[in-house]
T-cell receptor
Framework: AQTVTQSQPEMSVQEAETVTLSCTYDTSENNYYLFWYKQPPSRQMILVIR??????QNATENRFSVNFQKAAKSFSLKISDSQLGDTAMYFCAFMSPGANSKLTFGKGITLSVRP | GAGVSQSPSNKVTEKGKDVELRCDPI?????LYWYRQSLGQGLEFLIYFQGNSAPDKSGLPSDRFSAERTGGSVSTLTIQRTQQEDSAVYLCASSERVGLAGRLSFGPGTRLLVL
């Protein structure tokens, strides 16, 4: 079974600064997907970024980028130029491709952006 | 277009009572998932539906939990004889098809409190 670990329960960053959220996972599979989801106070989960394990290039979405280290099974999220609207819980998630795919989530990290 | 909607937004019930939580997925989405988010925990997979296939119930924590999806659209999650440990946010998500690389659209959740 796959596991996803987010060891930092919370972090804080100054507005306009850069912050990195950590995530590690465990799997015996070679092909899979990794995700970061954001959950603002409204509770609605939003997909931030997605990485396919067979792609060596790190995914980037505007101010959000990942550092995917497949051998180390590490998948960190970097948020550049942090904005107040980035304040939320962030969940790292793993998914195996296949007919019965479902996401396995970490426990999440609470990020606070200070003005 | 309209996103995933869930009702009620909040539910308070007494221990031992039954509750029904409703999810309206995005029109045309064939896959539907239920997750549970307990305080301080990540998202725990409960059940998913894909078209007319038999649902994957592997995440349901006990036989007090059941779910159905009528006409391939609306889904209802039922918890019988609720217990205090059932208190959590119940999130529904849908996607165009199972395994579409984890691109789930989540609803805002139902916060359940069992007294």
């Amino acid at each position: 079974a796959q596991t996803v670990t987010q060891s930092q329960p919370e972090m804080s960053v100054q507005e306009a600064e850069t912050v990195t959220l950590s995530c590690t996972y465990d799997t015996s599979e070679n092909n899979y997907y990794l995700f970061w989801y954001k959950q603002p106070p409204s509770r609605q989960m939003i997909l931030v970024i997605r990485q396919e394990a067979y792609k060596q290039q790190n995914a980037t979405e505007n101010r959000f980028s990942v550092n995917f280290q497949k051998a180390a099974k590490s998948f960190s999220l970097k948020i550049s130029d942090s904005q107040l609207g980035d304040t939320a819980m962030y969940f790292c998630a793993f998914m195996s491709p296949g007919a019965n795919s479902k996401l396995t989530f970490g426990k999440g990290i609470t990020l606070s952006v200070r003005p | 277009g309209a996103g995933v909607s869930q009702s009620p937004s909040n539910k308070v019930t007494e221990k031992g009572k039954d509750v029904e939580l409703r999810c309206d997925p995005i029109s045309g989405h064939t896959a539907l998932y239920w997750y549970r988010q307990s305080l301080g925990q990540g998202l725990e997979f409960l059940i998913y539906f894909q078209g007319n296939s038999a649902p994957d119930k592997s995440g349901l924590p006990s036989d007090r939990f059941s779910a159905e999806r009528t006409g391939g659209s609306v889904s209802t999650l039922t918890i019988q004889r609720t217990q205090q440990e059932d208190s959590a946010v119940y999130l529904c998500a849908s996607s165009e098809r199972v395994g579409l690389a984890g691109r789930l659209s989540f609803g805002p959740g139902t916060r359940l409190l069992v007294l």
